[in-house]
């Protein structure tokens, strides 16, 4: 069978995470980069751009205000703030307070729900231009502001100190929203999420008389604004306040020397592509051989330590009329040691199955395979829908015989439905579930539902598919994941605070779990008026 990229397969729907490539500069000197006070840059850096408010008659208005990731969702704001500094982003947002109008922010531009591109909102604050990343010797950290893009972020901490943060696979994907969701990639099987090395963080938040501030806010048990801190460990983004800068640094780190502040990756990475043909799988019992061996893989391992947690991959079981099942996925280990892992894990999932897959393995420099990001992601061209669950154990024979059948239904036809599992856990889950506000410190596999589409006429049908699968997968549990999985809160979801398609566990409860209740405590403290607010924001108590 001729190959197939993830690029072709989006042509015909979507089975992929956003991913782009972003080269930026390496920024100032170390030594050099004193932070200065909230909101300002490490002295004797040029001055950043903006403030700019740009209007709809503007003609860099379209570039701004349709830079969405989700074609479904282009939203058609007042006017559009490009923010340089935090006093840039606290001005937008008082003026906002000020004439009444509803204010929402921007960073990477990859949301799949409609937060910035609801018709309702009048303002965005748009965070592009803030994309500095320097060493913070006053606070022993490192500083990523929120318009930074990951692989910004990688490329700068890398080869200024040879130090990264286990974040995103899709370098083009925004800090801002990206790390208050949890933050997971490739690594963090081996190294945690991106919030178990977050320091502190600057956020714009209004108070009860309508004043907008800049507010710092660190994990050290002393200070005041502490909570402010937790909840960007996980609450999910758009809720609480604008972020403007993050600070990382491991817990535990010790000494000045940057390059022991935060975890190093590894030198070098093994990229694998895989692919097996659907005609190889005439019969359900092939399929469900293949997905039951994978999660079986996975049950065994994902604990801490394991040397499997070095590998990371995606199972992406795609419709029949793909042509195709994939596996992408990566080994942060030495040559000899990666390709054993590889086939060990391909073994171990492809053992009593009736196809002889096609392989492509790649060893490139860490930093190279990051600012490439997963294979084949052709950009912000598709109507979207996605769905999330996590899993604490592998799919059951029902759930996988209703995957089959969803995949393989002669009456609908559109090639571009998929399943993704991730592999999961490992370094994940040794923190415990309140030590921050990401919760689901105890499952094994992460799962990403996605269907993708050009024509706005076929959005009923493909959404409509996308529903009763997941419907149907979980329908044991009330047509959502059980509680004691739950879902992710950076694959947003609103069908899952809609009582027509969620019978099981509220949503917040899959998102969140117990964090909930305190993350109401928080939202009415830092955000009483909820200035900040979206389908699936946090809401406060009473």
């Known amino acids: 069978m001729a190959e ?5 397969v989006l042509r015909g729907g979507l089975a992929v995470t956003a991913a782009s490539l972003a080269v930026p500069v390496v920024g100032a000197n170390p030594a050099s980069a004193a932070p200065g006070g909230a909101g300002s840059r490490p002295s004797g850096w040029p001055p950043p751009p903006g403030p700019a408010k740009v ?8 570039s701004l205000a349709y830079r969405g990731y989700n074609r479904r969702f282009v939203g058609t704001p007042e006017h559009v703030w490009v923010a340089g500094t935090t006093e840039h982003v606290v001005r937008a947002v008082q003026e906002a307070v000020d004439t009444g109008r509803r204010v929402t922010v921007r960073s990477g531009a990859h949301g799949f729900e409609d937060f910035v591109g609801d018709p309702a909102v009048q303002v965005v604050v748009d965070m592009s231009a803030m994309t500095a990343v320097y060493h913070d010797p006053s606070r022993r950290a490192f ?12 490329r700068r901490l890398y080869l200024g100190w040879g130090v990264t943060v286990p974040a995103g696979w899709c370098p083009d994907v925004g800090a801002g929203g990206h790390v208050p969701g949890g933050g997971f990639g490739p690594l963090s099987r081996m190294m945690g999420l991106a919030v178990d090395h977050l320091y502190a963080v600057e ?3 209004v108070d009860h008389r309508g004043r907008a501030r800049s507010v710092i806010a660190t994990r050290e048990q002393s200070d005041p604004n502490r909570d402010l801190w937790w909840a960007h460990t996980g609450g999910g983004s758009g809720t609480f306040g604008i972020v403007t800068r993050y600070w990382f640094r491991t817990p535990g780190a010790r000494g000045d020397d940057p390059s022991r502040l935060l975890p190093a990756p590894p030198p070098t990475v093994l990229s694998f592509t895989i692919t097996w043909d659907w005609r190889d799988f005439p019969t359900q019992d092939a399929f469900a051989r293949l997905v039951r061996n994978h999660g079986a893989w996975v049950e065994r391992n994902s604990s801490p330590g394991s040397p499997s947690t070095k590998l990371y991959s995606e199972l992406q079981l795609n419709r029949r009329p793909l042509g195709q099942l994939g596996m992408i996925g990566q080994v942060a280990a030495a040559s000899g040691d990666a390709e054993r892992l590889l086939d060990e894990h391909l073994a171990a999932i492809n053992e009593g199955v009736p196809a002889t897959p096609s392989r492509q393995v790649r060893n490139r420099p860490w930093l190279a395979a990051a600012l490439e990001g997963s294979p084949g992601d052709p950009g912000p061209l598709y109507r979207l829908k996605v769905k999330s669950g996590y899993l604490r154990r592998r799919l059951t024979d029902r759930q996988i015989d209703v995957l089959h059948h969803q995949l393989t239904r002669s009456d609908y036809d559109h090639p571009g439905g998929s399943l993704s599992l991730y592999t999961f856990g490992g370094q994940v889950n040794t923190v415990a579930a309140d030590a921050t506000a990401a919760p689901h410190r105890d499952t094994i596999m992460k799962l990403f539902f ?6 706005p006429k076929d959005d009923a049908k493909h959404i409509t598919w996308m529903r009763e699968l997941y419907r149907d997968l979980f329908a044991d549990t009330g047509g959502v994941p059980a509680p004691g999985d739950g879902a992710f809160i950076n694959y947003p979801d609103t069908d899952l605070a809609d009582p027509a398609w969620n019978r099981g566990a509220p ?3 899959l998102y969140f779990r117990d964090n909930y209740p305190r993350l109401q405590q928080i939202k009415a403290k830092y955000d009483p008026r909820n200035v900040f607010h979206h389908a699936l924001s946090v809401r406060a108590e009473g």
């Not at 209007?55 to 379209?62: A, N, T």
């Not at 500083?143 to 990688?154: H, K, N, P, W």
């Open 4 to 8: 197939k990229t993830r690029r072709n």
């Open 203 to 205: 956020a714009v938040v």
């Open 507 to 509: 949503w917040h409860a």
């Open 143 to 154: 500083a990523v502001e929120a318009g930074s893009s990951l692989g910004e972020a990688y």
């Open 55 to 62: 209007g709809r008659d503007d003609p860099r208005y379209p």
């Open 450 to 455: 996605v269907n993708g589409w050009e024509d």
